[in-house]
Structures are given as structure tokens and as C-alpha cells.
């Protein structure tokens, strides 16, 4: 399914895609309380140390993203960090192959409207 690449490499693209949702959401939502949360206390016996937002900020540093919560304010600016990891990492293909996707869509789109359109033509002569 995903050729020779590392599961692990899509999985950390994922990680910065949800990263910058939760970084773009309002800070009154339990989501964003807990992925901004640091937990104080000791945790219980057999729960794992490590909490989502700390592994999600490992990924982060792993990426070499500086000011990571501003840049996730912005949209346009944090997808363009995102494509950029996945050109480092190899997963270009995967949005060359979304696109392609994408403009056959079109076409066939294009293809049903002008059908529509002779058909509508030869229907009123």
C-alpha cells in the first residue's frame, strides 16, 4: 500500500498534520486543555509515562520546527512545513498522486456537463 516507505514516517506526518489542528483550536476545548496540559502529580502504577502531547512535541523537535505554536496559527504556513517533512521523508508521491486524482475527476466532471449540454441541444432542435 505504501510502497517502500516506513510506516513510521507516515505516521509522524500525521502527528504534525493533528498537531497544528489542535494548536488552531480554542483553548477552551478538552482536547486542546489536555494536549497543552502538563500533568503534575505521580502517575498511577502500570500507565504509560510518556502523555500524547509530549510524544506529539518529540515529533515536532524531530522535524526541526522552531516556533511551532505560532506557525500552526497559520494555516496555509503549517501546511507548507508539512509538505516540506514529506518531501524530506519520501512521501512526495502520495500528494503527486492526489492531484492526479483530483484532475481526473475534473475531466470526467467536464466530460458529464458537456454531454449534458449536447444533449440538451439536440433535444430542443
Not at 501546511?79 to 514529506?86: D, V
Request: with cysteine.
Amino acid at each position: 500500500m505504501f510502497g517502500d516507505f516506513c510506516i513510521l514516517s507516515i505516521v509522524r506526518v500525521s502527528r504534525l498534520n493533528w498537531t497544528g489542528h489542535v494548536c488552531r483550536m480554542d483553548s477552551n476545548r478538552r482536547v486542546s486543555r489536555v494536549f497543552n496540559n502538563n500533568h503534575q502529580g505521580r502517575r498511577l502504577r502500570g500507565l504509560p509515562k510518556k502523555t500524547d502531547g509530549i510524544v506529539y512535541k518529540q515529533v515536532i523537535t524531530k522535524c526541526k520546527i522552531t516556533n511551532w505554536k505560532e506557525r500552526s496559527k497559520n494555516t496555509a504556513d503549517w501546511k507548507k512545513y508539512i509538505k516540506e517533512e514529506k518531501v524530506r521523508i519520501g512521501l512526495q508521491w502520495h500528494l503527486r498522486r492526489r492531484r492526479r486524482r483530483r484532475r481526473r475527476r475534473i475531466r470526467r466532471r467536464k466530460k458529464k456537463e458537456k454531454k449534458k449540454k449536447e444533449e440538451g441541444r439536440g433535444g430542443n432542435e
